[in-house]
Every structure is written in C-alpha cells, then in structure tokens.
C-alpha cells in the first residue's frame, strides 16, 4: 500500500560518515547481544508467571493502540507539510477533558452508570466530545501557529510548535487547575473478564479501547486509500504545486489532515483517560512523545509504519521492564532508548524508503 | 476573439524579471507553439498561465474570463490543463490513481469514466500498468501518464511543457503524433518545446521568446522558413 512521504533525516548521514558504518554496526550488535543476554538471565530466574507474561502482552497492545492513535497525527503532518507538530499531545489532552466533561454530564444525568444503553451512548458521547473539541484545537492551531509560517525554514515551525504546546498546557493548568480529575468509568466497561483458572485478566475498558483503535486505524486506511480526499492528501503530499494543477485546493487539504489526525488524536485522549482513570493538564505530554517515538519507530510519514511502530512500542514498554529484570517505572527509558537507537540506526524506520516505495 | 488571450505579462521569481511583457492568444482548436533556449522564460509562461506563478502586471482571459483573479487550484475548472516540465506524475501513487486525480475537478462518474477508456485507448501501455507505481514507470510511460491526466480534465485547452524531453528519437515521433491526435479530437493546444523542428511541424503557429520577451511571432511555416529561426533554433545554418 502506499503511505506518504519519507525523506531521511540528515544527522544520521553525519553520524555515518564521522564514525564510518563497521563502528555503527559493532555497537548495534554489541547492544543487541546485551540486551538478550540480559533478557535470558532473567527469564531464567523464572520470576513472573506465564499469566502475567499474557497480562502485559495485552497491555502492551492496548497501550499500542492508543498510540496509534496519536502516531497517525504526526505521521500525517509530516507526511504533509514536513513538521512535527509537537503541540499534538496537548490535542490529546484537550480531548481528554473533552471526555471528561462530557462523562461528568453524562454521570450527573444518571446515564454513565445506569442502562447498558444509557452507559454505551455515555461513552459514544465521550468520545465524540474529545473528537470534536480536539479537531477545533488542531484546525486552531494549523491556522495560527502553523499557517502563517508555512514557506519558512523547517526550524521556524517546530519551534512554534513547541510554543503551542506550553501555551496549551499552561492555559489547562489554568482552566482546569494542578489537581488530576478522575474518569470514573461508566459502567458497561467497568469490569473484567477472567479466562478460566489460567489466571489471564482482561479488563473489559481495555478490549474496548484496543479494538475501537483497530477499528478507527481501519477507518483511516480506507480514507487515506481510498477517498478522493485520501488521494488528494498523498497527491498533496507528493508535489503541492502539481495537486494544485489538478484542481486541489492545499490549504482544504492541510486542515483535513490536522482534523483527521486531531480527531484519533481527541479519541486517543478519552481513551487514555479510561485506561489511567485520571486525566491533567499534562497528560498529554508523555503519550505524545511516545507516540512521536512509535512514529519514527515505524518511519516517520509512513502511514502503515506509524500502527506497527505503536504496537511494538506499546508491546515494548509493557515487556520490557520485566525482561530485562527492571522495575515497571523503566518503561519510559526503553521507549526513549529506543528512539535514540531508532535515530541513530535507522532514521528512515522500520517501514524504510525502500519498502513503501516498493509497496502501494 | 481568441481563446487564449495572454497580454503584457510581467512574472518574477523575486527580483529576478522573468517575464517582460509576454503577449500571445491562442484560438479556437489551433496548435500553437512557443519555441525558445534555456532559460528564455516557457515554462515561466506556462506556469503564470495555469496560476502556479501570479504575474505581476498583465492579465490572462480564457474565452473573455480574466484567469488572474484565480487561486491556483480553481484554473483547471476554468478548461486548463497542464502537463508540466519533467512530467510531474505522482510517483508513488498508482497510475490510476494519477488518472484520477486528473479528474479531480470533475464529479460527473460517467464522463469520467468515458474519458478513462479514452486515454487507455490512445495509451494503452497505461492500461496495463494501471495498479503499478508510477515512479516505476519508464520516462516515456510517465509522460503518457502525464499526457492522459492532464487529458482528464477535458480541458478546452491543454498546456504541454517539452514533453519530447529526454526520450528517445522514436517515442518523440510517438508524442508529436499524439499531440495532433489530441487537437484533432477538439482540444486546443499551446505547446512549449525545445524539438522547434518538431514543433513547427504540428503547429499552426508559433512564438519565438527570447530572454522574457516574443521576439518573433508568426505562421508555423513562416517560421520555419526564416533564416533567424533557422540558424538560432532549427541548427541549420
Ligand atoms: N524558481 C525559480 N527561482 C528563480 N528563478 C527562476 C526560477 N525558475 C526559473 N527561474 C529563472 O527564470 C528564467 C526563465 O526560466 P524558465 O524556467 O521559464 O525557462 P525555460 O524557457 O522554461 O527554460 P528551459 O528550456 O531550460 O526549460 C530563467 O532565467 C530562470 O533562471
Ligand atoms: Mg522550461
């Protein structure tokens, strides 16, 4: 299948060339065999249960959607204007109090934990809540923060973009206050299922968020491959000048992609807020960078690239720490590290040039 | 009237004046080409005319409708067409994908259609390519491609930015012989090429521009026959 652009980034090159390639290949290997290394030796102490293992496998998977969620907002941005739009997780955290709120109503109403009806259409409220106020910011910020920047050095935007991204916290500290405010779960996922005496848990909010993610990512393929606005977003991304020629308009485009990426964005943030239970003016910091991380992860620009490179991130995170023998709070090291090695290794991602050129 | 009308065109690309003072008209299902060395401004032209550029003085009318006042998407809707220097497929979409986008300012499903089973008859090498990438595509594909999206717009009247360039000799016979395949069916066709010789034996009429500005300016014929033209852009001395 076809994906978006996928230029490289040029530290790599220096890297390459000031240490030469046999050096850069040494130290991978080196890493990798420590790494397994460390990873056998801890297996070996037998230290968690196969249930466990399954836990965090499903956890990891859950924690891969969402970020595959937010991944496709950056991925698409740059696809399209060659930006990363930093200010993205704050759109998640503007959806999250979207949610919020709109859970709040729906509690105060009686619906968030009454009929399984009633409590089902609370979440769809929810959600369409986080979408909606998500797509205002992310179209708000494209049209100030981003717009009037467009044709300046690469550099010029980023760092407007980080502004944003103060700017949009600082104001939720704010609005909101310091204090997290809890995501009381509606009722009809609030529960588990329990598999048998294996000992294997899975939480009914965490099926739900894993598969709405599956199914909006599905949702995005279809328009991204095949709508006409998909096409003109890959034709956009391609050659500005020429989509124009056939009679696209840009700039229509460009917002589209900012709403599309807000919108799993705005989701990605109620979901988050069901699956921490709390949401705060920061909340959309941390699964923001990681979410750029599963984009790199994947290939930055790269649309396919950006859903695999989440769910290994999500898988990795979950994992990670118990293998290699760490506490749970390392989780963010190996996502960074990985980032770092991604960047230093292989800048074009996993879904390289070569592959999705290849594809389509 | 003409149908092209272009008068006193005035295009930069920052301080650099490219043009000064294009002036040309096109009629009514003519082929007319503008003929000139490196750097003297064709694709310029072409570019200030499909709205890619805005010239800064000077106005272009389409059948009386001044096309200046227009952003540059909303050209094509206004019977424009380009297929521009260096064919500018999109080339990691399929080539149907290119087709389509062709007929991006059109909605009418059944035209469309009609006018896809067009382009892969006068192409069929498109045809058989039509899931295939089309930066996989040989140059001479590419400039089919290039020829049948723009051609899916249903222009009135289709810009062509040397499209003989960088082929071999045989498939430049092959472009040449389409461009008149093209016109005969009713398009009206403004031709930019550095082929003059080739040039001036489709078209009816033809543009000498020089450094920004038409220098000479007359029957296809006629040009071919003089000496200026012959010596500076036909390589006969
Ligand atoms: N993007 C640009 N920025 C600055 N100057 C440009 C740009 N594009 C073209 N020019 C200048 O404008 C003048 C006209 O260029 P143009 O591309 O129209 O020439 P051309 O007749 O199409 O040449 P060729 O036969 O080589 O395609 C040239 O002097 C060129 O250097
Ligand atoms: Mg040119």
Redesign the interface.
């Known amino acids: 299948m076809s994906t978006l652009t996928q230029p490289k980034l040029p530290t790599s090159e220096r890297f390459s060339q000031l240490f030469g390639k046999y050096i850069y290949i040494a130290v991978g290997i080196i890493i990798v065999i420590l790494l397994i290394g460390r990873i056998i030796f801890v297996a070996r102490q037998e230290s968690y249960p196969l249930s466990y293992w399954t836990f965090q496998v499903i956890n990891g998977l859950v924690l891969g959607g969402v970020y595959a969620l937010v991944a496709l907002g950056y991925t698409l941005v740059y696809g399209i204007l060659f930006m990363i739009n930093f200010a993205h997780g704050e759109v998640l955290m503007m959806g999250g109090f979207a949610g919020f709120f709109a859970l709040q109503y729906m509690t105060s109403i009686g619906w968030a934990n009454g009929t399984a009806l009633q409590s089902t259409l609370t979440i769809v409220f929810m959600m369409l809540a986080g979408m909606i106020v998500s797509v205002i910011t992310g179209i708000v910020l494209e049209r100030l923060a981003y717009r009037p920047l467009r044709g300046a050095p690469r550099l010029v935007p980023l760092i407007s973009a980080i502004g944003a991204s103060f700017f949009l916290q600082y104001t939720a500290l704010l609005v909101f206050g310091a204090v997290p405010h809890n995501y009381r779960k509606p009722s009809v996922i609030d529960g588990v299922w329990k598999l048998g005496d294996s000992g294997i848990i899975i939480s009914y909010t965490g099926a739900f968020i894993f598969i709405t993610s599956i199914l909006m990512l599905l949702g995005l393929f279809i328009i991204v491959q095949r709508t006409k606005m998909g096409k003109a977003m890959r034709a956009v991304a391609e050659d500005k000048h020429i989509a124009a020629l056939m009679g696209i308009d840009v700039n229509k485009v460009i917002v589209f992609t900012f709403a599309l990426g807000s919108a799993l964005a705005g989701a990605g943030g109620v979901m988050l807020g069901l699956h921490n239970t709390v949401i705060r003016f920061n909340t959309g910091f941390l699964p923001g960078l990681k979410a750029f991380t599963a984009a790199v992860l994947g290939g930055i620009g790269n649309v396919l690239g950006a859903m695999i490179g989440s769910l290994l991130l999500g898988l990795l995170e979950a994992l990670g720490p118990s293998a290699l023998g760490l506490p749970t709070e390392y989780k963010d090291v190996i996502a960074f590290s990985v980032l770092v090695l991604v960047l230093i290794f292989r800048p074009s991602g996993i879904v390289g040039e070569v592959l999705s050129e290849k594809k389509a | 009237m003409a149908m092209l009308e272009v008068k006193n065109i005035h295009t930069y690309y920052g301080n650099i004046h490219a043009l000064k003072g294009v002036s040309l008209h096109v009629d009514q299902g003519e082929i007319v080409t503008l003929i000139g060395a490196n750097g003297a401004g064709k694709t310029t032209t072409l570019r200030t005319i499909?709205?890619?550029l805005k010239p800064r003085q000077g106005t272009i009318f389409l059948n009386g409708d001044d096309l200046t006042k227009y952003?540059?998407?909303?050209?094509?809707?206004q019977g424009i067409?380009?297929v521009?220097e260096g064919r500018?497929v999109?080339?990691?979409?399929?080539v149907l994908?290119n087709i389509?986008?062709?007929a991006?300012?059109r909605s009418d499903r059944g035209e469309i259609e009609a006018n896809t089973q067009r382009v892969f008859q006068m192409f069929p090498r498109l045809e058989e390519r039509a899931k295939q990438?089309a930066?996989t595509l040989s140059g001479g594909e590419q400039q089919m491609l290039a020829t049948g999206?723009a051609l899916m717009?249903n222009p009135k009247i289709l810009l062509m930015d040397e499209p003989s360039m960088g082929l071999a000799p045989i498939l430049v016979e092959g472009v040449f012989d389409t461009i008149v395949e093209i016109n005969k069916e009713g398009t009206t066709i403004l031709l930019v090429e550095q082929n003059a010789l080739m040039a001036l034996q489709v078209a009816d009429r033809g543009y000498v521009i020089q450094t920004g500005e038409i220098v000479l300016n007359d029957t296809a014929e006629n040009l071919r026959r003089n000496p200026e033209v012959q010596s500076a852009y036909l390589g006969i001395n």
């Open positions: 499909s709205g890619l952003p540059d998407h909303e050209i094509v809707y067409a380009m521009p500018g999109f080339s990691r979409l399929t994908e389509e986008l062709g991006y300012s990438v930066g999206r717009a």
